[in-house]
């Protein structure tokens, strides 16, 4: 008798082995520990396309019936994976496969076919490369040449260090030789600041549109991300101190002055906003500043609001020169020691003669004719995007931004949009890669206006999109 009741026991109350479920792992292949093998299991699921982005995996309670294994053991299985970028859940919705998931969405440039315009790739009107060419010509006959290819000063040459201090005190950025650092580009100055301040499982905020080269690199780390909403002053304070107080969030990842992709620039009052929540929620803030340089009515850097927990990523560098690898770091006390430490262990050096060129264009005054030329293409190169579209509401001031981003009301998925628009000869970029939870009611194009090569291009290329979106668009 004893036998017989342990064996009812001993089975699901409620089986589903009949019952539909939008995954079912094998049963017999989960070894101990469950939760590892379980989710081994989903992510493996997730990688061969057997789980699509955007499917409602089964709930936790249910999912652990089928099983026959312990509730809490689902629960570490789904979170393990959130961890991984592989799911994410929505309060009241369920649990759902990242948009992502099983695919590298980063952008970068590709070898195209004759007659394609680059709209896609974002560079920075390398046809000024010339006055570059001239720094570089200056370098190379500089008694001290042979000084910059040796192995020494790993954060920087000195006098690129005053360089760099130098540009960034008309921004309100004040430091010292202590707290600044050259790195080979803002990536490889947001891959140290995640390897050195962060941890797998950490979570950042970011916003709901945001770089999707942070968003690939924060998955290779294990890094969860926090998308939070926007207008159009930026990322809502209220918005932020919601988020962090539903996931622990420990870090946030802004670009004040033109946020890639939407353009938008976080005004003044905002800012002092979100300084309010990060103090509260003692959080790092990374400040990328994209395209610092550039003209324009900046209100202050968040370095210069909270230095204490700021990440400055300088890339003024690239407003010069996109293939001079040079960015600079600037760093509250706090993250000192780990982040050099990271440069060290992660860098070794960046090259100093990339950063002897930056330097050279700064003393000279080259630089600033360089931007000041390159302000003035963007200038151009919008006034003709708002030609093909003057319907297109932009409220932050994008008409300097080297990218514009375009409301585009169409439900196709958006490798399809990108492979039509390349074969009728455009590169561009669909919305569906700057996100982190999908977007199913709005879609956009960022369409980059610094590549095509010439107003011509440009104007083409701007004419194929107007038609595609035309041909396509959905009337609600």
């Avoid at 969405?105 to 790739?121: A, D, V």
């Avoid at 375009?406 to 399809?416: N, T, V």
Wanted: hydrophobic share 40%.
């Amino acid at each position: 008798m004893d036998t017989i009741i342990y064996e009812v026991l001993s089975m699901p109350i409620n089986s589903y082995d009949n019952y539909h479920l939008s995954w079912k792992p094998e049963k017999s292949h989960l070894k101990q520990p469950y939760y590892l093998s379980l989710a081994s299991a989903l992510a493996a699921d997730i990688s061969a396309g057997k789980l699509k982005p955007g499917t409602r995996l089964p709930p936790q309670r249910e999912l652990a019936d089928y099983l026959d294994i312990n509730f809490t053991t689902v629960t570490r299985s789904y979170n393990l994976c959130k961890q991984k970028g592989l799911i994410y859940g929505v309060t009241g919705r369920g649990t759902f496969v990242a948009p992502h998931a099983s695919e590298y969405i980063s952008i970068h440039e590709f070898p195209l076919q004759s007659g394609i315009i680059e709209m896609g790739y974002i560079s920075s009107f390398e046809q000024c490369n010339a006055i570059v060419a001239k720094a570089v010509q200056k370098v190379a006959q500089k008694q001290y040449l042979t000084d910059l290819l040796d192995y020494n000063y790993m954060l920087g040459h000195p006098h690129h260090l005053a360089a760099g201090l130098s540009s960034l005190e008309q921004y309100g950025i004040h430091a010292d030789i202590d707290h600044i650092a050259i790195v080979s580009g803002v990536m490889n100055g947001l891959s140290i600041i995640l390897a050195t301040l962060f941890s797998p499982g950490d979570a950042i905020a970011v916003d709901y549109y945001t770089y999707p080269n942070f968003i690939e690199l924060a998955r290779i780390m294990h890094i969860r991300l926090i998308p939070v909403f926007s207008d159009w002053e930026g990322m809502l304070a209220t918005e932020l101190d919601l988020a962090c107080r539903l996931n622990s969030v420990r870090g946030i990842y802004l670009m004040p002055p033109c946020n890639n992709p939407t353009t938008i620039s976080i005004s003044a009052k905002r800012r002092s906003q979100l300084v309010n929540v990060v103090r509260k929620h003692h959080l790092i803030i990374i400040e990328d500043d994209v395209f610092a340089g550039l003209p324009s009515a900046e209100p202050p850097t968040f370095y210069t609001l909270l230095p204490e927990q700021t990440c400055y990523l300088s890339d003024i560098p690239k407003a010069l020169c996109t293939g001079l690898r040079v960015s600079f770091l600037v760093f509250g006390e706090q993250f000192r020691e780990k982040l050099q430490n990271g440069i060290y262990n992660m860098n070794m050096k960046t090259s100093s003669l990339d950063a002897e060129i930056i330097t050279e264009l700064i003393h000279s005054g080259d630089a600033v004719e360089l931007i000041q030329r390159k302000y003035e293409l963007a200038l151009q190169a919008n006034k003709i995007f708002d030609t093909c579209f003057p319907l297109v509401g932009h409220k932050s001031p994008a008409n300097s931004s080297f990218f514009r981003w375009l409301p585009f009301p169409c439900d196709k998925p958006g490798k399809e949009v990108e492979h039509e628009l390349m074969k009728l000869g455009v590169e561009i970029v669909h919305s569906y890669r700057f996100t982190v939870i999908p977007n199913e009611d709005e879609h956009y194009l960022r369409v980059t206006l610094s590549k095509a090569g010439n107003s011509k291009k440009l104007l083409k290329g701007l004419e194929i999109i107007r038609q595609y979106i035309q041909k396509n668009r959905i009337v609600r």
